[in-house]
């Protein structure tokens, strides 16, 4: 001690501190003396921090010198109080700190996690610490911090970058009570704080799961965006963190969470539909989102929209909205409740029903805006199918030419080898999905006019470079044309057929009459009864091929749709050889085999259709036989598709009549 009160006398320490400047003495032995000062007498840790010692120190740390004997000296300082101020305040020194955390040595961890404890109790420099990447001091004193601290924290926390391990600081469960208490405060200024922070959390699916366990966090923020004296501003955060928390629920678990139970209950979505009714256009974009979120994760929410005839007639007017954005969410909105719903769309009484169809129809074919003209067409693709008032509608508008429009675009686009835009592939989609109703067969009419466009050559090039999607709902157009086509064949057989006319002989005359028509093309299959302009005919548009090659496509549906579409042609039974060659020609059984071999379930089983029925008018080869032997008899396994498979198996006399797989 006697010692230390001489070293004072001396001024040893300021003297000490400017050695340490001099990089060529021995910095670990100052390092040694200036920590036995600090440590035995309190008034050398004045004179150490008087003499520069704390920036001289970080500079010494940051050029590679001992981290040990340089961090005890700051964790002997910072024991006082107003030592620890002058640390934090040192540029850079709290950062060093945080970086040391995660040294090998674990010594030296040890050592800058109590200095950091030492200096926890200044919310400034908790804040700092949390901007390195190290909260837990910021969330302790958060937990405990007055109203106002947290306000200041919850603001500092909103510029901020998250990493995973701050994630799971910030996961805490008293600190997202703590949050959620500033929700309840008087104070706009710590609301809005609050909700912003939030918005930034909810981006981060661990701490969406705290918040919905917290069961004050929905009814939080579904008071605030009732409460008639709230902030708008207020209101438009609460209703897009709730949009946001639906969204980055990977399940909508209603009954794990009470709070997804009360959002989707009958009064607060009904509150949300009143609420977009009255609010300004800002507001009403942020809550049309919310029912969007909503409504895409619960089926509960969708119904109770759908019988809201107010709302529903609400949405259908916004789609005359002088706000762009209003117009996009009541779109995407009227889609949402409408998709895969057996009713379709929602349509509110007539007059107003045949308003909201025109309006559908005049956004497809004059809007500018991409997205605005893919959600329309899927929502046109929804219409309700059995109501022929609306097939009338549409009949007189220009929407078919609209939807001939998209594809044809998006033909040029690939033939030019340009690459779709995401939103470019969605409308080409959503179009596709709506010309299904002018290929349906009980919509004559429609065919008809489906007939007089020539729209039949870009439809098939989509098989080949469409999206997957794109392809299922092309292959089903094209099943449903050619199964009109198919039946109507069939019709003109019979009824053309006479006693005194062999089959043979009528086909001749088909052919002969084909050769003299307009187009002087001979169809393979049909001869000349699908040679009418209006009549679709998949031989005669080229589509075998590449509807054979989409048999590869493994994604759900497309498959079984091409299957569907090539089963069309073996309806006929007095064209079924010319049928089955044209397949086969095209290598529709290799395509068939793969299909058996990859496919899904429901693929698997319409391919076994389609070969059993190819297997009665063709020969396959000794070497395809045996690898459909191969891949048949790994299906006997399958329950779903053991009889289908042994009554193939059978037809290729691979097992016997009586076998006990029938």
């Not at 001091?137 to 911090?145: D, I, K, L, T």
């Not at 009360?262 to 609010?279: D, G, I, M």
């Not at 033909?411 to 959503?430: R, V």
């Not at 005669?540 to 569907?564: F, H, I």
Request: net charge neutral; charged share 25%; glycine share 4%.
């Amino acid at each position: 001690m006697q010692y230390a009160t001489k070293a004072a006398e001396e001024g040893l320490a300021t003297k000490l501190v400017v050695i340490l400047k001099d990089d060529t003495v021995n910095s670990v032995a100052v390092l040694k003396c200036l920590y036995y000062l600090a440590k035995l007498n309190e008034d050398q840790k004045e004179a150490i921090v008087r003499a520069g010692a704390i920036r001289r120190i970080v500079k010494y740390i940051y050029k590679g010198g001992s981290k040990r004997d340089a961090i005890a000296v700051l964790l002997e300082l910072s024991a006082k109080e107003t030592l620890g101020q002058k640390i934090g305040d040192t540029k850079d020194c709290i950062p060093l700190l945080v970086s040391l955390l995660h040294k090998n040595n674990p010594d030296v961890s040890q050592e800058a996690c109590k200095v950091l404890q030492n200096l926890s109790s200044n919310t400034h420099f908790v804040v700092k610490m949390a901007e390195a990447g190290h909260f837990q001091p910021f969330v302790a004193r958060f937990n405990e911090a007055p109203q106002e601290t947290r306000t200041l924290m919850a603001a500092a926390l909103i510029k901020m970058q998250l990493k995973e391990n701050s994630v799971e600081e910030l996961k805490d469960r008293q600190f997202i009570q703590s949050l959620l208490q500033m929700l309840s405060s008087s104070s706009p200024a710590c609301k809005s704080a609050c909700l912003k922070c939030m918005k930034k959390l909810v981006a981060h699916h661990k701490i969406v799961k705290r918040l919905l366990k917290d069961p004050a966090t929905v009814p939080h923020l579904l008071g605030l965006i009732s409460f008639n004296m709230s902030d708008p501003h207020l209101k438009q955060e609460a209703a897009e963190i709730l949009a946001n928390m639906i969204g980055a629920s990977k399940h909508f678990e209603q009954q794990k969470y009470q709070g997804l139970q009360e959002l989707q209950s009958k009064h607060n979505v009904c509150l949300l539909l009143q609420l977009v009714t009255s609010a300004e256009d800002q507001t009403k974009i942020q809550f049309l989102h919310l029912l969007v979120a909503l409504s895409y994760k619960s089926e509960i929410a969708r119904d109770i929209i759908r019988s809201e005839q107010d709302a529903i007639a609400h949405l259908f007017s916004s789609l005359h909205s002088d706000h762009r954005v209003v117009k996009r969410w009541a779109m995407k909105l009227i889609y949402c409740i409408s998709e895969g719903h057996t009713a379709g769309v929602p349509l509110p009484p007539s007059p107003a029903k045949e308003t909201a169809i025109n309006t559908l129809a005049t956004i497809l074919i004059n809007s500018p805006d991409i997205e605005e003209r893919s959600t329309v067409a899927g929502i046109i693709s929804q219409l309700p199918r059995d109501d022929s008032s609306i097939d009338e509608i549409l009949r007189k508008s220009e929407v078919l030419k609209a939807i001939h429009e998209v594809i044809c675009s998006m033909d040029e686009e690939n033939w030019g080898n340009i690459a779709p835009s995401i939103q470019g592939t969605s409308l080409l989609e959503n179009a596709l999905a709506a010309l299904l109703r002018y290929t349906e067969p009980t919509k004559p009419e429609l065919q008809r006019q489906l007939g007089k466009l020539e729209v039949y050559p870009s439809l098939v090039r989509v098989l080949t470079r469409g999206s997957s999607l794109a392809k299922q709902r092309t292959a089903i157009a094209l099943a449903q044309l050619s199964q009109s086509t198919s039946l109507s064949v069939s019709e003109e057989t019979i009824r053309q057929t006479k006693p005194s006319m062999p089959l043979f002989d009528l086909m001749k005359l088909f052919w002969c009459f084909s050769a003299s028509s307009e187009n002087g093309s001979i169809c393979s299959v049909h001869g000349a009864a699908c040679s009418p302009r209006d009549t679709f005919c998949l031989v005669k548009a080229d589509a075998v091929r590449p509807l054979v090659r989409t048999l590869s496509n493994t994604e759900s549906g497309v498959a079984e749709a091409a299957l569907m579409a090539l089963e069309t042609l073996l309806t006929d039974h007095s064209t079924l050889s010319h049928a089955t060659a044209a397949i086969v020609d095209n290598q529709g059984v290799v395509a068939i085999l793969q299909v058996l071999d990859r496919g899904s379930l429901s693929a698997k089983t319409k391919a076994l259709d389609l070969f059993q029925k190819i297997l009665v008018h063709t020969t396959i080869s000794d070497t395809l036989k045996q690898r459909f032997e191969r891949i048949l008899i790994q299906l006997l396994h399958d329950d779903e598709l053991k009889k289908k498979t042994a009554l193939v198996l059978r037809q290729m006399e691979i097992i016997p009549e009586q076998s006990s797989y029938f």
